[in-house]
């Protein structure tokens, strides 16, 4: 049993309700030795800060445009990371692809959520891109996150079906639902010491 308290940063750009999810889950008590310490916007109204602050938690605006550089954007984000102590960082609907100023340092320390099944429909609009080609299953994927963009090793995976009378937004809707619980079951596991990485697959120890 891994009983080190782990505090995590979580990444947004927008509504976060995955935010919500992970915070939820760690004060119904489902994932102990853990804390959400800070949430770090790229989007100035972005109702995951809202949020945050309900829960008296740190929620901190960087602006993408106040640096010419993705390097100087992630190095005040890790700078914050630091600062905090942060031991694992969660990217929940935050819409940038990270690089190597934030990989670096955090290596298979930071887990994103995807709104598709993973490899297919990586990048924006997961659902969209899965529902416009016409597939009869989609879901959600929670992965660590690499170099690639949605390519790195999977942590869970849920599907949904695709009903004849779904738009996209009902299918949303429905993977939204799943995505709520596999990534706080993912943060759960990776808390408790329970994901081991080999190669490009992920290993849960129970
Ligand atoms: C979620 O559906 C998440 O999977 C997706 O954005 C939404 C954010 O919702 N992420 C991506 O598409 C990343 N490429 P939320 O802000 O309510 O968590």
Known sequence: MNNTHINIAVLVSGRGSNLQSVIDNIENGTIPNASVSLVISDTKDAYAMERSKKH?????????????????????????????????????????????????????????????????????????????????????????????????????????PVLEDDTQETLASRILEQEHKIFPEAVRLFVRGKLIIEGHKVRIVE
């Open 56 to 160: 008296g938690i740190d929620a901190i605006f960087v602006d993408p445009a106040s640096y010419p550089e993705k390097a100087g954007f992630e190095s005040k984000i890790l700078q914050l990371l630091k600062d905090y102590n942060i031991g694992l960082v969660l990217l929940a609907g935050y819409m940038r692809v990270v690089g190597p100023t934030l990989l670096d340092p955090f290596k298979d320390r930071i887990i994103n959520i995807h709104p598709a099944l993973l490899p297919s429909f990586p990048g924006l609009h997961g659902q969209a891109q899965a529902f416009d080609h016409g597939v009869k299953v989609s879901g959600c994927t929670v992965h660590f996150v690499d170099e690639g963009v949605d390519t790195g090793p999977i942590i869970i995976q849920k599907c949904v």
